[in-house]
Nanobody
Framework: QVQLVESGGGLVQAGGSLRLSCAASGRTFSTYAMGWFRQAPGKEREFVAAINWSGGTRAYADSVKGRFTISRDNSKNTVYLQMNSLKPEDTAVYYC?????????????????????WGQGTQVTVSS
């Protein structure tokens, strides 16, 4: 079992930056791929970024590529999402998720149904 707790959300002006953190409990965190997803009001949850167990492989949605960076520190059981050059359309609740399959990244990392563990979410609001 893995429990996830996000933090770092808030209100920021367009062009600003935020860093989200996701703290995980459980000894298996370091073996799981992790993902960030987001859900804006009235919209479906969408993929943002993913990282494999070691941090050596990363993937991003086209909408955030070049602006967001996902990283992890397995010694701290934490995954991060550095968000730069924020836009109003980045406004959403951001969720971190654990894949729940050891040492596996795959090609379907952008599908939320493939993640077994979820945090409660943190709100990010970008004002124009």
């Amino acid at each position: 079992q893995v429990q996830l707790v996000e933090s770092g959300g808030g209100l920021v002006q367009a062009g600003g930056s935020l860093r989200l953190s996701c703290a995980a409990s459980g000894r298996t965190f370091s073996t799981y791929a992790m993902g960030w997803f987001r859900q804006a009001p009235g919209k479906e949850r969408e993929f943002v970024a993913a990282i494999n167990w070691s941090g050596g492989t990363r993937a991003y949605a086209d909408s955030v590529k070049g602006r967001f960076t996902i990283s992890r520190d397995n010694s701290k059981n934490t995954v991060y999402l550095q968000m730069n050059s924020l836009k109003p359309e980045d406004t959403a609740v951001y969720y971190c998720a654990a894949r729940g399959r050891t040492y596996y990244f795959g090609t379907d990392y952008d599908e939320d149904r493939n993640y077994n563990y979820w945090g409660q979410g943190t709100q990010v609001t970008v004002s124009s």
